[in-house]
């Protein structure tokens, strides 16, 4: 089974900066690699696959970066509305397996 | 807009037994794969199972493996997961989710349905 770390457990950033959410695998899964945002009472919400490409809709300020066994998510300047928790998620390989995920809140 | 809407979950005790239902509407259901992800409260996302857009292909977490039974019917556009011998540790938000290809990424999510088992 691939082990999907999250870091931060929780990040607080001021609305406007800059937010850098990193995620780890215990294998390489190559390029396989999704984020989510999730919030409160909400469907999650695919932001990236592949590592760095945006899904239907997602702002330009959503950003993935990585292969192999690390991978970043970066939100170039947050907005009220990005404030949630975010998985990343590999299908390299099964079991599916999602990170522990990180909180983003308001400082 | 695609909907995917979960319905089935509950209370029930423990060594019992549900059905969990999805419907799907606004995509072409017989050609994605889908998939159950459950949440535990006050933690993280993990999935359960997923099957192939024609059924020919099924997996399952070790956890849930022998209990749980996913299928779905292409003419009714829905998915279920039949959850048997059910544990405290099975107690979680259940959401249906959609895929392009089986073992690809997720791009569509419902809202959940809670299962608690608890006598």
């Known amino acids: 089974e691939t082990v999907m770390t999250q870091s931060p457990a929780t990040l607080s950033v001021s609305p406007g900066e800059r937010a850098t959410l990193s995620c780890r695998a215990s294998q390489s899964v190559g390029s396989t690699l999704a984020w989510y945002q999730h919030k409160p009472g909400q469907a999650p919400r695919l932001l990236i696959y592949y590592a760095s490409t945006r899904a239907t809709g997602i702002p330009a300020r959503f950003s993935g970066s990585g292969s192999g066994t690390e991978f970043t998510l970066t939100i170039s300047s947050l907005q009220s509305e990005d404030f949630a928790v975010y998985y990343c998620?590999?299908?390299?390989?099964?079991?599916?397996?999602f990170g522990g995920g990180t909180k983003v809140e308001i400082k | 807009e695609v909907q995917l809407v979960e319905s089935g979950g509950g209370l029930v005790r423990p060594g019992g037994s549900l059905r969990l239902s999805c419907a799907a509407s606004g995509l072409t259901f017989s050609s994605y794969a889908m998939n159950w992800v459950r949440q535990a409260p006050g933690k993280g996302l993990e999935w359960v199972s997923s099957?192939?857009?024609?059924?020919?292909?099924?997996h399952y977490a070790d956890s849930v493996k022998g209990r749980f039974t996913i299928s779905r019917d292409n003419a009714k556009n829905s998915l279920y997961l039949q959850i048997n011998s059910l544990r405290a540790d099975d107690t979680a938000l259940y959401y249906c989710?959609?895929?392009?290809?089986?073992?690809?990424?997720?791009?569509?999510w419902g809202r959940g349905t809670l299962v608690t088992v608890s006598s």
């Open positions: 998620q590999q299908y390299n390989n099964w079991p599916l397996t």
């Open positions: 099957i192939s857009s024609g059924s020919t292909t099924i």
């Open positions: 989710a959609s895929d392009p290809r089986l073992g690809s990424e997720i791009d569509h």
